[in-house]
């Protein structure tokens, strides 16, 4: 069974950069959607990105787009998250899902396989 794996989550001071990617240790995440969520302690977990899995195609909320920007890597079999200007408020566990092979949604319950999160925290 497919499982998304989650890389590159650290502490970056507010302004700073990361760039999180997705893979699978089994399967390939080529012909899914894959979408990425956040969960900050107290709080619903929120989707936020996803791309398609045909031609690359993003959507995003409104809390991160123009700051963060997804894409995919065919070849590599990985889906990257380039955050940009991160803000306190972006401090989250994130996880990345892998979904059917077509649609885009920001809900969990489009999502069948699940990573087990990557921690980001923003602070000076």
């Known amino acids: 069974q497919l499982q998304p794996v989650e890389s590159g989550g650290g502490l970056v001071p507010p302004g700073g950069s990361l760039r999180l990617s997705c893979s699978a240790s089994?399967?390939?995440?080529?012909?899914?959607?894959i979408g990425w969520f956040r969960q900050a302690p107290g709080t619903e977990r929120e989707g936020f990105g996803c791309?398609?899995?045909?031609?690359?195609?993003?959507i995003y909320t409104s809390s991160v787009r123009g700051r963060f920007t997804l894409s995919r890597n065919y070849a590599e079999n990985t889906v990257y998250l380039q955050m940009n200007d991160l803000r306190p408020e972006d401090t989250a566990t994130y996880y990345c899902?892998?979904?059917?092979?077509?649609?885009?949604?920001?809900?969990?319950?489009?999502?069948?396989?699940w990573g087990q999160g990557t921690q980001v925290t923003v602070s000076s």
């Open positions: 089994r399967g390939t995440l080529d012909d899914l959607t």
């Open positions: 899902a892998a979904g059917p092979p077509l649609g885009l949604s920001f809900r969990s319950s489009f999502y069948k396989s």
């Open positions: 791309v398609s899995s045909r031609d690359g195609s993003t």
